[in-house]
């Protein structure tokens, strides 16, 4: 199994959730984060016109589990429906899981995703 760690706009998060979804990966986690990227925040204009630095940016981390075959598929719906083309469209992270045991029946592995 993969996990994938999505860092996206928290004003994508229901469409990607609904994309997934109709995908049909229903089961996910969403956490609220701040965070920056390579271009250390963003700089804003204040009230006397001064720049205004702010370093750590509001952003959504989607947590999924899913079977080898389908991480690809996941990663392409979450990046087609996150893009916009702009600076913090966000990240992609993919690691490897050993194991997964759904609670209710003691399944494991992938038919346990
Ligand atoms: N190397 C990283 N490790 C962990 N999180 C990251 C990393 N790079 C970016 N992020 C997260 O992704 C968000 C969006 O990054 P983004 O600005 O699109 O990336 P970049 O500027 O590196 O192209 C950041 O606000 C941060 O939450
Ligand atoms: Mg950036």
Redesign the pocket.
């Known amino acids: 199994m993969k996990k994938i760690e999505a860092?996206i706009r928290p004003e994508k998060v229901t469409a990607v959730k609904d994309a997934l979804a109709e995908a049909g990966f229903p089961g996910l986690n969403v956490v609220s984060?701040?965070?920056?990227?390579?271009?250390k925040g963003v700089v804003r204009q204040g009230r006397g016109g001064q720049p205004v630095v702010i370093d750590m940016?509001a952003?959504a981390k989607m947590e999924l589990v899913v079977a080898d075959a389908d991480a690809d598929r996941v990663c392409n719906v979450i990046i087609d429906t996150a893009r916009t083309g702009e600076?913090?469209?966000?990240?992609i992270?993919i690691t490897n899981v050993e194991e997964v045991i759904r609670v209710r029946t003691g399944e494991r592995g992938e038919q346990a995703v």
């Open positions: 860092i984060v701040t965070g920056r990227g390579a271009q940016l952003k600076i913090g469209d966000g990240k992270f």
